[in-house]
């Protein structure tokens, strides 16, 4: 099984696969368009997600970071005048001072990723969607925000005229992604931000195509007219996409054979176009997540 994600609602849906489907079965391809540098160390939040869930270390309370982390790093640099982009706790930190050391030796983000999965114990293959450095960039009144300012900062308030993924046009399917690709058919596209989680794994020269030729089932981050939790609606609307299960379906196009929405949603079916079906989505707990995971992977027999 593959999945397509990025650093929230995907990672809650993990949590169900994973008790159905056996860790060495996984493969999870992540989001690396809002990593960014802080104090010298390049943090990739959505890997680091998915890393800690798979090594059973996630602060499942915020969806970020490692449980009982402390901060002393992060508040003896505050002492000294610094106040960092992201809140990096002190064994968050090693995790990117190990990938530092090996990408400063030459590996790539691909490689260094694989080296703390086998330093961490994990079974599941955690692969960052490209190797190259990619950026969301957020359009507003007052100029131009990287994404983590935009929403850690600015605390997503400032309007949003419009959303840049920079770099991706030169970025590149890896090997790795490639040859997991070729060995899977079928593919979920997690409840994660169609504009800055998934849209960008989508804008990878090739891989519409590749999936074109697979089964994929998308949950959506959206019921009604709001997203879960964050920010998509707001960016949605930005790229001219209606907030709505319909709006996430035209993110994605045509590469989708089974659209799964939310009980609570009102959206009309044949607003899709492609065959679409109705679960409880909101994942607010493991066994909720594992429900879910249940009934969207039996949905995989009925694809021909
Ligand atoms: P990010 O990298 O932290 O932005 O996280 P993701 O992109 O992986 O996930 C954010 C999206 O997940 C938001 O658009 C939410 O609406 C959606 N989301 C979060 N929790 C849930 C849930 O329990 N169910 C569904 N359907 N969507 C969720």
New binding site residues.
Partial sequence: MILL????????LLQGIRRIIPDEEITVIV?TA?DIMVSGSLVSP?VDTILYLFSGALDISK?WGIRNDTFHTNNALKKLGINEKLMLGDADRATCIFRDVLMQKGASLTEATLSLSVALGIKAKILPMCNEKVDTMIKTPEGVLHFQDFWVDSHGNPEVLDVDITGIKKARLTKEVLDALKLEDNIII????PI??IGPILALKGIKEILMTKKVIA?????GNS????P?GKLMSAKGYPVSSNGVVRCYGDILDIMVI?DRDAAKEPDFGLKTVRFD???TSVEKSENLARNILKLFRDIS
Wanted: hydrophobic fraction near 25%; aromatic fraction near 4%; avoid cysteine.
């Fill in positions: 994600s990025g650093g929230t609602g995907t990672p809650k989001n809002e959505d969806w997690g409840p994660s931000n800055t989680s949950v959506s981050p959206i019921i997203p879960v939790s964050g998509a939310d989505t909101i994942m």
